[in-house]
């Protein structure tokens, strides 16, 4: 490699971490804007002070508000600065590696407190952002949705087993799994109610197991 070639590649790789690192600290002041004064009054331009960069980089870089905030939520629920479809998770493939039914459970609890320590206030801004902006009404529709379907595999997964209630059908136990593994569920419990998110994630593991399980 010649000498202008390696210094092209070099400033290439250094374009793109800056980018990256641009694009990290727009998503951080994002979200403790969002948190610390809610949707509606959480403005584009202190978005981009609180970043420190200017208010056009905020835009060619994450889009428009709406666009922003989907960014957050899908980060919350992925747990990484992208979003990664449920069965490249490294959960889903742990759930699915287990042979156990009640050790996928366990799984999915202890994933779940984790994702919903992340989306749990992100989702108490957009309940008081969805009358305001129908772009986040349909959002967290197309969310809900998506997690119903993802539920009736993760309970066809279970059933495989031959541990589930012959009286609950998949259906059914996708339905017990999917109402407990809303943010507004975890919110009741941890903030409303002063569980730690430990306690929440042993309820869910032991309820689920109780609920779906024979002995």
Excluded: C
Excluded at 106 to 125: C, E, K, M, N, T
Excluded at 139 to 147: A, F, Q, T
Aim: hydrophobic content about 45%; cysteine-free.
């Amino acid at each position: 490699m010649t000498k202008k070639a390696r210094k092209r590649a070099y400033d290439s790789s250094s374009r793109k971490e800056a980018a990256r690192g641009t694009h990290q600290s727009i998503l951080d002041a994002a979200r403790s804007v969002f948190l610390d004064k809610g949707y509606a009054a959480a403005t584009m331009p202190a978005i981009a002070q609180v970043a420190g960069v200017a208010l056009d980089t905020v835009y060619a870089t994450v889009g428009k508000k709406p666009a922003l905030f989907r960014q957050l939520i899908e980060m919350a629920i992925s747990g990484t600065d992208s979003v990664v479809p449920a069965e490249e998770r490294e959960y889903v493939q742990a759930i699915r590696a287990e042979t156990d039914a009640a050790g996928k459970l366990r799984i999915y609890a202890a994933a779940l407190r984790s994702i919903q320590q992340r989306l749990g206030p992100l989702f108490r801004v957009l309940q008081g952002a969805v009358p305001l902006d129908p772009e986040l009404a349909a959002l967290w529709k197309s969310i809900s949705e998506r997690r119903a379907k993802n539920m009736r595999l993760f309970a066809a997964d279970l059933a495989a087993t031959g541990r589930l209630w012959p009286y609950l059908s998949v259906t059914k136990v996708a339905d017990i799994i999917w109402s407990m593994n809303a943010p507004e569920f975890y919110l009741l419990l941890v903030e409303e109610r002063a569980w730690s998110p430990k306690e929440f994630e042993d309820f869910l593991a032991d309820a689920w197991i109780r609920l779906l399980l024979e002995p």
